[in-house]
């Protein structure tokens, strides 16, 4: 089972290690990215047997059975300890940034003594370290709060993420990354996560975020981050405005987009798999949060543009063409200058695959507020009307599919 052979990898991956292209090393990692396969395979598999998600997490429960020898093997070394306690200023970055925290901490987990601890104060929460002695684990971590803490050594240990080409801790991350996305499915039904680890999570995602995108494996990286987004608590999205994780993403989006409206390289499902799942992302966090919204509404239509828009929107208006619930028939955008994200985003939803031209309409609805009037003023009867009929906004002719 890739578990159990992932198990064994892992306990000799170690940051004492100097060669960090060792064979070892990259076995885990193809141990790592074997496990998050087999793991997603029975979740799906199960759901057509009738098996349910705590059994098929039972069987890969061997995972969990070195924790203990990771925790010291991997977590407590010297060279783990200096690194994350904030090398070269690090935390106190942290600390003067204001870090926020997703969740209510209540208690220390056995990996306090090696990764950031979020406490509250004065409304905030900010990183802490603590190095007490390390306590006398006899039960199991799980597997989650070891790769949490790889996570964390990989982003935080020298030389800087992420190193020279031969450096393999972007691989290490990313695969990380993918194997959270994968217990995620089978957690969904399960809302007992730990608390601290759900936090450190917030914290290293918005810190992996901060780097910026020259770097194609970073990048990767990143794009493994929104994956893991799409399934994040509702809290998540007050936390990325608060602590600048909102606007990479929306470079993301822009990227994304990039690649599909104006390189447009790939086939009907290559462009879904490029900007489906940040379009995806980007709604749900808007919805979530009411400053994540303003944020991406700020970002595609520039306040800069406003006055203008607003200009043409009255005078639209004043025509008093209606259908439904829609006080304008303005055929095309009003204010989509080519090449601006806006446009990006007004041209996929006649997109020829539907996933890309849905998911493209509603965070445009969103963003419009969900008001019908806005948002033909904003991407033009023509484009919008399908949606809106899918909306009731409008009533379609006879024998459209919906």
Not at 141 to 152: D, F, H, I, N
Not at 260 to 275: F, K, L, N, Y
Request: hydrophobic share 40%; with cysteine; glycine share 4%.
């Amino acid at each position: 089972m890739a578990a159990q052979r992932l198990l064994t990898a892992l306990e000799s991956l170690s940051p004492t290690s100097n060669d960090s292209n060792s064979p070892t090393n990259g076995n885990a990692l193809l141990l790592l990215s074997e496990w998050s396969d087999d793991l997603e395979k029975d979740l799906l598999s199960a759901a057509s047997t009738g098996t349910s998600a705590e059994e098929v997490e039972a069987s890969h429960a061997s995972v969990n059975d070195a924790a203990s020898v990771l925790h010291h093997s991997l977590l407590c070394s010297p060279q783990f300890l200096p690194t994350t306690l904030g090398k070269n200023g690090r935390i106190d970055e942290r600390r003067s940034a204001g870090i926020k925290g997703v969740f209510d901490c209540q208690e220390c987990s056995p990996f306090d003594c090696c990764t950031p601890y979020v406490y509250w104060h004065d409304g905030r929460a900010v990183q802490k370290i603590t190095a007490d002695e390390l306590p006398n684990n006899e039960y199991a971590q799980g597997l989650l709060e070891v790769l949490v803490a790889t996570l964390s050594w990989a982003l935080r240990s020298e030389p800087t993420f992420p190193g020279d080409e031969y450096d393999r801790r972007p691989d290490l991350v990313l695969e990380i990354l993918r194997s959270l996305f994968a217990m995620d499915a089978g957690l969904s039904s399960n809302s007992s996560h730990n608390k601290d680890t759900m936090t450190r999570i917030g914290i290293i995602l918005c810190e992996l975020l901060q780097y910026p995108n020259s770097d194609m494996r970073v990048y990767q990286c990143k794009l493994a981050v929104v994956a893991l987004l799409l399934n994040a608590p509702d809290d998540y999205s007050e936390y990325l405005a608060v602590n600048r994780g909102i606007i990479p993403l929306i470079d993301i989006m822009a990227y994304q987009l990039s690649v599909v409206v104006i390189e447009r390289t790939g086939s009907s499902a290559e462009d879904a798999a490029a900007a489906v799942p940040i379009l995806l992302v980007l709604r749900k966090l808007a919805q979530a949060s009411s400053s994540v919204l303003k944020l991406v509404q700020d970002e595609v239509f520039p306040p800069d543009a406003e006055e203008a828009f607003k200009e043409k929107a009255e005078s639209e208006i004043m025509k008093k063409q209606s259908e439904g619930t829609v006080r304008a028939k303005n055929m095309a955008p009003l204010d989509a200058p080519r090449g601006t994200l806006r446009w990006k985003l007004i041209r996929l939803m006649t997109w020829t695959e539907s996933n890309v031209k849905r998911s493209a309409s509603e965070l445009l609805w969103t963003l419009c507020d969900e008001d019908s009037t806005q948002f033909v003023l904003r991407t033009g009867f023509g484009n919008a009307i399908h949606f809106l009929g899918m909306k009731g906004c409008v009533n379609l002719p006879t024998g459209v599919a919906i």
